[in-house]
């Protein structure tokens, strides 16, 4: 069963950051590509990013470019979300996953708020 662990979420003012974390449970995760999503309230769940095994192949949805970083540690089974700049529309539950897409996490979640 892959387990993922996300956290680092809290809450913030706009323009504030935050360092999402996620740590994966499952043996191929140095193989493995991984994404961001989040989901806000009222909301279907979005992707947010991907990053690929090797730290390559980065893709951020437009609304996110240039405020968010993903990274990974593939000795820690990490994978790391930076979130600079934030605004309220971030505000969301955010979650990791990846192919074939197993049973989300509990998320962690992200207030933007003045």
């Known amino acids: 069963q892959v387990q993922f662990v996300e956290s680092g979420g809290g809450s913030v003012r706009p323009g504030g950051s935050l360092r999402l974390s996620c740590v994966v449970s499952?043996?191929?995760?140095?193989?493995?590509?991984m994404y961001w999503y989040r989901q806000a309230p009222g909301k279907r769940r979005e992707m947010v990013a991907r990053?690929?095994?090797?730290?390559?192949?980065?893709w951020y949805v437009d609304s996110v470019k240039g405020r968010f970083t993903t990274s990974r540690d593939n000795a820690e089974h990490t994978v790391y979300l930076q979130m600079n700049s934030l605004k309220s529309e971030d505000t969301a539950v955010y979650y990791c996953?990846?192919?074939?897409?197993?049973?989300w996490g509990q998320g962690t979640r992200v207030t933007v708020s003045s």
């Open positions: 996953n990846t192919p074939p897409f197993f049973d």
């Open positions: 499952r043996f191929t995760f140095s193989t493995d590509t």
């Open positions: 990053i690929g095994p090797l730290g390559d192949n980065i």
